[in-house]
């Protein structure tokens, strides 16, 4: 093979000008410079390329059936560029996120939206699962990053930004309205028919690890894969829904469900943008990220 690759770029623009000092133009260099690139093109091939005329150049049999080839992968490079120019301009590309549907819809989905207005061509695939899933994807590089809610494992694997703090509470409908005034202790809970997350979840992980702080350890009568559903089976009396209080603020503001009251607060946690630490963004994923507050 040619070792230097211009000479066929050279070749390319010969045969498409069809005139060498046409070529020399369009490539910005001397008409000598087109004539010597392609003798040597010629030595080293040891074909004859062209016929030269008082009307320009043409090419011979042999530089018709290279042309062919030449043409197909200048072509095919011009294009990669052009699409490699449409990455970097935001103008194509993915972007791949990993989030619960609590970080979704209460944090990153006004973001989303107005990423997608601004970049509308650029394609986003969210993986909605739960915050230890995440992590995994996110260590396998199968996401770019993951909006995850807190407890998680930090380590040196990966970089966590703090994006919006959040607060849990435990609600319940009008079956349980003698509890309504009454401040509780985290013991009487055990007694009570709990609706919770699964145990793959941050949430749940966060509750029971809270509790277990108060010697407290509950069974829940329910547990759910969402917390939208543990909602419902509240609003339903069908138990003390434990969840993040954003998730019930309809049912509360509409009295059909109600807070219950600790005599110890549960302590507030957030929600993180984690990165795997190190890594390197694509075009698209940075854009998103420099829009997270």
């Known amino acids: 093979m040619i070792s230097n690759l211009e000479y066929y770029k050279v070749f390319y623009f010969a045969a498409c000008c069809g005139s060498l000092t046409q070529a020399a133009l369009k490539l910005s260099v001397s008409q000598p410079a087109v004539s010597q690139s392609l003798r040597q093109l010629e030595e ?32 095919e490079i011009e294009l990669g560029e052009k699409k490699l120019l449409e990455i970097k301009n935001l103008e194509r590309g993915e972007l791949r996120i990993g989030a619960s549907d609590m970080t979704l819809r209460f944090y990153l989905l006004p973001y989303l939206e107005k990423y997608h207005e601004t970049y509308p061509h650029i394609k986003v695939k969210v993986t909605n699962a739960p915050t230890p899933e995440t992590l995994k994807l996110l260590l ?40 309504k005034d009454k401040a509780l202790d985290f013991k009487e809970l055990p007694a009570l028919p709990v609706i919770s997350l699964e145990k793959n979840t941050s949430t749940r992980t966060y509750i029971d690890e809270f ?29 003390i829904g434990s969840v993040v209080k954003e998730f019930a603020a309809g049912e509360l503001a509409a009295g059909r469900l109600f807070e219950l009251r600790f005599r110890e607060a549960i302590p507030a946690r957030s929600f993180h943008v984690v990165e795997k630490a190190g890594a390197r963004h694509s075009r698209a994923a940075g854009a998103l990220l420099s829009l997270l507050n």
Do not use: W
């Not at 990053?145 to 380590?155: L, Q």
């Open 140 to 179: 396998e590089e199968k996401i770019d990053f993951g909006v995850v809610s807190a407890p998680f494992p930090e380590n040196g694997e990966f970089s966590v930004r703090k994006v919006k703090e959040i607060q849990d509470c435990f609600v319940a409908g009008n079956k349980f309205a003698q509890y």
């Open 211 to 239: 509790l277990a702080k108060n010697q407290v350890e509950i069974t829940p009568e329910f547990e759910l894969a969402t917390s939208d559903m543990i909602v419902q089976f509240a609003v339903r009396n069908l138990g």
């Open 44 to 75: 080293a091939l040891d074909t004859k390329l062209f016929v030269r005329s008082c009307r320009g150049i043409r090419l011979t049999q042999e530089g018709e059936e290279l042309f062919s080839h030449v043409k197909k992968s200048y072509e």
